[in-house]
């Protein structure tokens, strides 16, 4: 069972930045496919931004490309949601999640972290 505990969320203005981070429980953190996910009041949650387990590669929703970046640091088993030019619309809860080895969906997932971005 992996646990993962989200952290960074806050308000912020509309322009500014902020930095989640996803701290997982399970040593072989490294092994995991992560992703970022959101869901805003009324809507449903969608995808924000994936990363590889090595870090290899990277995918982003429409939405956020050339805003958001996701990375990782295995060795401190934590994955990061660098969000730049955050607009009202980006107010959501975000949610990280784990794809086990061999899974074709997402496994694991934290409890979630609000971002409020006032206009």
């Known amino acids: 069972q992996v646990q993962l505990v989200e952290s960074g969320g806050g308000l912020v203005q509309a322009g500014g930045s902020l930095r989640l981070s996803c701290a997982a429980s399970?040593?072989?953190?490294?092994?995991?496919?992560m992703g970022w996910f959101r869901q805003a009041p009324g809507k449903d949650r969608e995808f924000v931004a994936a990363i590889t387990w090595n870090g290899g590669s990277t995918y982003y929703a429409d939405s956020v490309k050339g805003r958001f970046t996701i990375s990782r640091d295995n060795a401190k088993n934590t994955v990061y949601l660098q969000m730049n030019s955050l607009k009202p619309e980006d107010t959501a809860v975000y949610y990280c999640?784990?794809?086990?080895?061999?899974?074709?969906?997402?496994?694991?997932w934290g409890q979630g972290t609000q971002v409020t971005v006032s206009s």
């Open positions: 999640a784990a794809e086990a080895p061999g899974s074709k969906s997402y496994d694991y």
């Open positions: 399970e040593r072989t953190f490294s092994n995991y496919a």
